[in-house]
């Protein structure tokens, strides 16, 4: 009856042209009452009649009627909406894709949970006895599936509890003394127990994958970051050096523009003083030409002699022998000095800038290769690493090919040397690691840091300085049987990984990552570094245990 009510109400306070609840309810004249949006949404599809009708009786208004919010029918229809939240669960009717309660009968309910024992799905109704009834409370309950029925064994009609590995199938325990008989069977249960480990150590990788994968992008925004920075740098620069070169040859310019105007002022007054003194000169003998021109046609010979000796005298020439004495050659020579300067930068120019269009196009990111997926694209970088006994300890006994170290009791006839470590029981390898590089070692015992160092690290001292893993000149992963700890700088990681005795090491410097895997029938990544490298690297082994044997493999 309840359910009834709750119906009936809802229809009572619905609109009739969404059907849904009433929204900001308001009731025109004629009585019925609908959504304001609703209302002014039909009344304007009318506007080009010019007239206003109600959807549900038809009455028409030849005005279009002011519409009012119906204050008392919004309260009533809020109170619903709240009825109705607060309705039980059981009233939610199954949809199509909802699982449905395979007790209720007619309209079915939505499931809530599912019986892996019962193979049934039940409403919170029907579920309730699982919770009341002793012998049901031990049936395992799930999220609503519609797949129960792949639970059942379509040969024997029963419950697949089973698991054949033989098969690799699920299977009923009939199954087992049938045509799964002789075959490995384990519960599904156990079987699940051994998947959920396997699952747990795949999510593992997959964190560690995204990580990595997140180091890497982090990574590469800094070199975009980086590329940014030097490219706007290296742009600065060159404005401020070609800027000075064009300031340098506008000073250039101005100064031969300045030189060649005051050579000229100089030239030509000079020019123009000895043409006024040739000039003068020029004057001074029709003066003196027209003087003896008029001497010449005096008439009284006693008179032309007295006034001969005064007349013929010629004042002293103005020497002009030095404007022929060299071809006139103007600022010619300027122009081919110039003009020369001009070939000369374009020549260097030229050379020169073949090599700075070469060094643009060849700034490039060097972006790392991939890490290889598998043991064989590994041992592709693989190298052969041999101990340097002029660093080794002298508890460190080195054998085979000086390959493997042991941590003796007793100290070994070394011949002293300044590489030598001196406080701790450390050996680092002869040949230096720089490029791609791969290496495997193989240790016995009860623990080992496997490392790699530069080779300025301190060989004696306190061991902050020269334990391998205490200092940011070394880097190491401290190998035990039960547990791995990474270590840098003093800081120490610890972290789970499958046992194994042995590790392998990849070292790609230029691109600053270092990995450390466990090597069985698999091969597991226990931990990666990325860093930058600012020397070449040397590969080491710590060994901190009597007896404790570490060598490097040959691959």
Not at 27 to 40: A, L
Not at 322 to 347: G, H, M
């Amino acid at each position: 009856m309840a359910q009834k009510g709750v119906q009936l109400d809802r229809e009572t306070f619905s609109c009739s042209i969404c059907l849904d609840l009433l929204k900001d309810p308001v009731t025109i004249p004629c009585g019925h009452s609908y959504c304001i949006n609703c209302i002014k949404t039909h009344w304007d599809a009318e506007e080009e009649k010019k007239i206003h009708s109600c959807p549900q009786c038809g009455q028409t208004f030849t005005q279009r009627p002011v519409l009012v919010k119906n204050n008392m029918l919004a309260v009533l229809v809020g109170k619903l909406k709240t009825v109705l939240q607060a309705a039980p669960a059981d009233h939610c009717y199954a949809g199509p894709e909802d699982v449905a309660c395979g007790v209720c009968t007619g309209r079915k309910v939505k499931a809530l949970k599912s019986c892996l024992v019962c193979l049934a799905s039940y409403c919170e109704k029907h579920l309730q006895p699982h919770y009341d009834a002793a012998p049901l409370k031990k049936h395992k309950l799930v999220e609503p599936s519609k797949k129960l029925q792949e639970n059942i064994c379509s040969r024997h009609d029963e419950v697949m509890k089973m698991f054949c590995r033989t098969d690799q199938q699920s299977i009923c325990y009939l199954c087992t003394v049938d045509e799964h008989k002789g075959h490995d069977t384990v519960s599904a249960a156990a079987e699940r127990t051994k998947r959920q480990r396997e699952l747990w150590v795949s999510r593992q990788n997959i964190e560690q994958r995204i990580q990595d994968r997140e180091k890497d992008v982090k990574v590469l925004q800094q070199e975009v970051e980086a590329i940014n920075g030097s490219a706007d740098k290296a742009v600065e620069d060159s404005e401020k050096i070609f800027t000075e070169l064009i300031r340098l040859m506008e000073k250039r310019r101005s100064d031969v523009k300045r030189q060649l105007r005051s050579q000229q002022d100089t030239e030509v007054s000079r020019v123009k003083e000895l043409q006024k003194k040739l000039e003068q000169e020029i004057t001074e003998l029709k003066r003196k030409d027209a003087e003896l021109k008029q001497l010449s046609h005096t008439e009284d010979h006693t008179q032309f002699l007295h006034n001969y000796p005064s007349l013929s005298a010629l004042s002293e020439s103005t020497d002009s022998s030095s404007i022929n004495i060299r071809p006139l050659r103007y600022f010619e020579d300027v122009t081919a000095a110039v003009l020369e300067v001009r070939n000369r930068l374009q020549d260097i120019l030229s050379a020169k800038w073949t090599n700075v269009s070469l060094t643009v196009t060849e700034v490039d990111v060097l972006l790392s290769e991939p890490v290889p997926k598998t043991r064989a694209g590994f041992l592709k970088y693989s190298h052969e690493i041999t101990l340097d006994p002029n660093t080794a300890h002298t508890r460190l006994l080195l054998s085979e090919g000086n390959r493997k170290a042991t941590l003796m009791r007793k100290n070994q006839s070394y011949s002293n040397h300044p590489d030598r470590f001196a406080s701790c029981w450390q050996v680092l390898s002869r040949e230096s690691l720089t490029g791609r590089c791969y290496w495997e070692v193989e240790w016995r015992g009860r623990g080992v840091h496997v490392a790699v160092a530069y080779k300025n690290i301190s060989r004696a001292g306190s061991w902050r300085k020269c334990d391998f893993g205490f200092n940011d000149k070394s880097w190491a992963l401290d190998c035990e049987k039960d547990s791995y700890t990474f270590l840098y700088n003093n800081v120490q990681t610890p972290f789970s990984g499958p046992r194994s005795s042995r590790v392998g090491v990849y070292l790609d410097h230029s691109a600053g990552i270092l990995s450390f895997y466990s090597i069985s029938e698999t091969m597991t990544l226990l931990h990666r570094v990325q860093t930058t490298f600012t020397q070449p690297l040397y590969a080491g082994l710590w060994l901190y245990y009597y007896g404790v044997t570490a060598k490097f493999c040959k691959l």
